[in-house]
């Protein structure tokens, strides 16, 4: 039996899948919650699987909802695509574009390098920082679009890329059953950071500053050394230090939200490179 799917309902599972709760998705697509709900069922219905699990905190993707949320990004980026095609407009110029550093080990340089084989003539600018720094760059005009972590930007995000984040050791690290767990943090806010905090209060697992860092290296550094545990996307994981979900009574570990920003009047080189990062995620 075929099956058709429209671009907009494409666009709304998108939108539902970077919120994670339906009603921040209908806000974002300026519809009402109850009519993106209905769309949803409608999809599930005419593709015949269950794309999300509803939960108290929002809405978790299926297995068969994660196929379909990267079919969907590729489908919306090719038509982004042919219609810049068919009006003629090759994507020329340079495009300055930052990330956070726990990025750089993730699939978006990948992406990154995708959108440069399809787009020759664009000259792509990379820098990497805080998010805070990532928030000023854009503020001040030194960048054109960045990624970072929503809770230090005051705009609004044009989408957002959401990462699992794991518990990680060092493969030597030995834990003492009757002392706190120690933990290695950073300096400053971080919204996954607050995350961690507030997952362990709420398991009631005792546990003590084991580092403080300042900077990803530092982390890792502290990692591998055996001075904490540590918060990180699975990819930024060294081959010396280990995932220890599922021990030491700890829960699951909190996702990792990052906002993608624009710059102002945004040209059609930035909205392309802004597309692409997410499809490509």
């Given amino acids: 039996m ?6 907009r309902s494409l666009k709304m599972f998108i939108a539902i899948a970077e ?9 974002r697509l300026a519809r009402t919650q109850a009519a ?7 999809m599930e219905k005419d593709l015949d699987v269950k794309l999300v699990t509803r939960t108290s905190r929002g809405v978790v993707l299926t297995e068969p909802g994660e196929v379909v949320l990267a079919y969907a990004r590729k489908m919306i980026a090719l038509s982004d695509d042919m219609q810049r095609h068919l009006a003629g407009k090759k994507l020329v110029g340079r495009v300055r574009l930052g990330m956070v550093e726990d990025l750089a080990v993730t699939r978006l340089p990948a992406a990154i390098a995708e959108f440069r084989r399809h787009h020759p003539s664009v000259d792509i600018e990379l820098t990497s920082s805080y998010s805070e720094g990532l928030a000023r760059s854009l503020k001040e005009g030194r960048s054109d679009i960045v990624v970072g972590d929503p809770a230090r930007f005051t705009q609004a995000a044009k989408s957002y890329i959401s990462r699992e984040l794991v518990w990680c050791a060092s493969r030597m690290m030995v834990f003492d059953d009757a002392a706190p767990l120690p933990f290695i943090l950073f300096d400053g806010t971080c919204s996954w950071q607050d995350k961690m905090i507030a997952s362990l209060a709420e398991a009631g697992i005792p546990w003590e500053v084991g580092c403080r860092v300042s900077t990803f ?11 904490g545990i ?19 009574g700890l829960p699951t570990a909190p996702c990792a939200e990052f906002g993608v920003y624009l710059c102002d009047n945004p040209p059609p080189i930035v909205e392309a490179l802004a597309m692409f990062l997410r499809s490509g995620y």
């Fill in 217 to 227: 290296s530092a982390m890792i550094s502290a990692l591998r050394a055996g001075l």
């Fill in 2 to 7: 075929a099956i058709d799917v429209d671009l």
């Fill in 230 to 248: 540590g918060l990180l996307l699975q990819e930024g994981v060294p081959a010396d230090c280990e995932n220890i979900e599922g021990r030491c």
């Fill in 36 to 42: 993106v709900s209905m769309q949803l069922q409608k």
């Fill in 19 to 27: 919120a994670g709760v339906i009603s921040q998705a209908a806000d």
